[in-house]
């Protein structure tokens, strides 16, 4: 079976083409720049199929890199831009995430593929919980990344009522491992850094997803008869506070925490006067998610613990902190 992959050097991707080629499955994977083509050289990286497949493709460059492939697994996006200098973001958002995913699945359809696997985002369904998200809750995207993502999933809908392509869509919380960037590695650096944080008094539940678990359903989603049509949500099954979290990775580290009980009306309040509002939301409210739809339908569990996904996560970032102290 050849599988194309979309977003292949990412951090996701990269992790997901190598347990495709573990399990003897030919990858197809596809990048948005061709000098990163000539980038991998390591025997793993030379052994796959790689084509220039992005949003500005052409349909003959979309067809070719399509012809023969089984299944795509779509996770090339558009994500959240700090800072965004787009003079219409939702714009931009929508054509990226929603449009070009349309064209990706409908020239799939078109050229026999047989499955289309697309990761989504929880933020499909809002970006806090008062109990647990669940498949069947009505999406309330926040943000236009969010919005983008919802409209993706719709559009996927209709091209396989229209064609029979099969789909499957996945949404995850944030996502964490080694190569990690964006807020977890802050937080990372931040514990790390033994630097006192004013969290002690937070009281949410925040579900995440290991990068090798999220990987496992998505590999379960494109092998699965039964997941064919379905949307799932996907965690590690536990849910940690922010305390809990930051404790849980300086153990890992083998460092001293320090956390201030601040009150959390505090700290929205510093949040809101130094423009970093959302940022402090993230660390304080609750965003959990019901997993139980995939565990029951396709029997999935995830392979990794949170403990031994938060080990392997400050052992890479340790490493990388004494590559760069030593160089």
Not at 189 to 212: E, F, H, Q, T
Request: hydrophobic share 40%; net charge positive; proline share 5%.
């Amino acid at each position: 079976m050849t599988v194309l992959i979309t977003g292949a050097t990412g951090f996701i991707g990269s992790a997901l083409c190598r347990r495709l080629q573990n399990e003897g499955l030919a990858v197809r994977a596809a990048v948005r720049d061709r000098s990163k083509i000539a980038l991998p050289t390591d025997s793993e990286s030379s052994d796959r199929e790689w084509v220039v497949l992005y949003d500005q493709s052409t349909d003959e460059e979309t067809r070719q890199a399509l012809k023969g492939a089984q299944v795509v697994v779509h996770l090339a996006a558009r994500v959240h831009v700090m800072r965004d200098q787009a003079a219409d973001p939702l714009g931009e958002f929508r054509r990226i995430n929603r449009d070009w995913t349309e064209r990706l699945a409908r020239a799939a359809a078109a050229q026999g593929v047989r499955r289309f696997v697309y990761l989504s985002s929880i933020k499909v369904n809002g970006e806090e919980s008062v109990t647990p998200f669940t498949e069947q809750d009505a999406p309330s995207p926040q943000d236009s990344y969010g919005i983008s993502k919802w409209e993706a999933e719709e559009a996927l809908a209709a091209v396989a009522s229209e064609t029979g392509l099969e789909t499957a869509v996945i949404r995850s919380p944030l996502v964490y491992g080694p190569g990690v960037g964006g807020n977890f590695l802050s937080l990372l650096k931040l514990v790390r850094s033994g630097i006192p944080l004013p969290l002690g008094a937070v009281r949410n539940k925040r579900s995440l997803v290991y990068r090798d678990n999220l990987v496992d359903a998505l590999v379960a989603c494109a092998r699965d008869p039964r997941a064919s049509g379905q949307t799932y949500l996907v965690s590690d099954g536990e849910d940690v506070s922010t305390p809990e979290l930051i404790r849980r990775i300086a153990r890992a580290m083998g460092v001293p925490v320090r956390l201030w009980p601040v009150p959390v009306s505090l700290l929205r309040l510093g949040g809101r006067l130094v423009g970093q509002e959302g940022a402090l939301a993230r660390l304080t409210t609750s965003l959990q998610v019901d997993a139980s739809k995939i565990r029951r339908v396709l029997g999935w569990s995830p392979p990794w613990s949170v403990d031994r996904g938060i080990e392997e996560t400050a052992a890479w970032f340790m490493k990388q902190q004494s590559k760069t102290v030593g160089g």
